[in-house]
């Protein structure tokens, strides 16, 4: 309860600081009380549910936080947000910020953490995500969810793991740590500065730092390169797979960012619907208010040119 608490009234002062300065909150010294009042309406529109217990594997409770519309019983377009981290660190409280925007909208959003790499290395993190897609089919008539408005999002590592959730065939077997219903398809994903290769992200020696997370990801496997193709989703891209789009920063230092120019490339020579932003002199994230405002408005233009309505 006292989690439960202290996540609520966070979300409610940011977003009535978010709210109180025209610029985005900038400069606010104090919430309007438009800010205000919207910041309280977060308590009787939403449920947040944390630590549900999706998975179990290896001696390890994967958790996901629910953040469910409760002031309606209609079907409600939802959110599944994966945190980054390099696969190896952060949690699912870290990215609360980064989600936001979307319980502004609306939405239901369902916030994942996974198996990293101290507790399991590769693949585990991609068959955890998969696996709390499968959570979210399996419960969508009771937390109405609209599985026809399923999007799927993250940062960094966690925009690598939204494209494989998203992408990854039932086929692949991946999700046989939760046998259950069916994966449902996901209509779009948002991919923030994740990689699409992984392949070449193990021999990129350009970009160190996002090198050195993906060797400890996979470790001293024996079958790395193997496996680095198995969770590398340009490798899955199709015709009829979800809308992609893809967020990168023209200076990231962390990560190329010619991995998301590449999946970019490579959905479109499929016929599939995608949308690229660079952020020009963009960082690895960071951006600044206007720069996410752009995008965001991006977003969602893709989204309804692409039968997601992001409309509750």
């Not at 740590?177 to 500065?193: N, R, Y």
């Not at 050195?212 to 009829?240: C, M, Q």
């Not at 999946?263 to 206007?290: S, W, Y």
């Amino acid at each position: 309860m006292r989690k439960y608490c202290s996540i609520i009234g966070l979300l409610e002062l940011t977003l009535s600081l978010f709210l109180a300065h025209p610029a985005a909150g900038q400069n606010a010294t104090f919430p309007t009380s438009e800010g205000m009042k919207a910041g309280f309406q977060l308590r009787s529109r939403y449920s947040m549910t944390p630590n549900i217990t999706y998975l179990q594997a290896g001696g390890y409770d994967a958790k996901l936080d629910l953040y469910q519309r409760i002031d309606t019983e209609k079907p409600m377009p939802t959110l599944i947000f994966i945190h980054g981290g390099g696969w190896i660190g952060l949690n699912k409280e870290y990215a609360i910020g980064a989600f936001l925007p979307w319980v502004m909208m609306g939405w239901n959003v369902v916030s994942v953490e996974y198996r990293m790499a101290p507790v399991a290395l590769a693949p585990a993190a991609v068959e955890d995500c998969l696996c709390a897609l499968r959570w979210v089919a399996a419960h969508a008539k009771e937390k109405h969810i609209d599985l026809t408005r399923l999007v799927v999002a993250g940062e960094s590592a966690g925009g690598h793991l939204a494209m494989t959730t998203g992408m990854i065939p039932q086929s692949e077997g991946l999700d046989r740590e939760c046998p259950g219903v069916p994966l449902p398809k996901v209509a779009a994903v948002i991919s923030w500065f994740g990689a699409g290769d992984m392949e070449k992200l193990l021999h990129q020696d350009n970009t160190p730092l996002g090198r050195d997370d993906a060797i400890t990801w996979f470790g001293s496997l024996p079958n790395r390169e193997e496996l680095a193709r198995r969770v590398s989703p340009i490798h899955y891209v199709r015709k009829y797979g979800p809308a992609v789009f893809l967020i990168a920063g023209d200076a990231d230092p962390v990560l190329d960012f010619h991995q998301s120019v590449e999946m970019h490339e490579a959905l479109n020579q499929a016929g599939e619907a995608t949308a690229l932003h660079i952020v020009k002199g963009g960082n690895h994230g960071r951006f600044t208010p206007d720069q996410q405002i752009e995008i965001y408005q991006e977003i969602l233009t893709f989204l309804e040119k692409n039968g997601v309505s992001s409309r509750p």
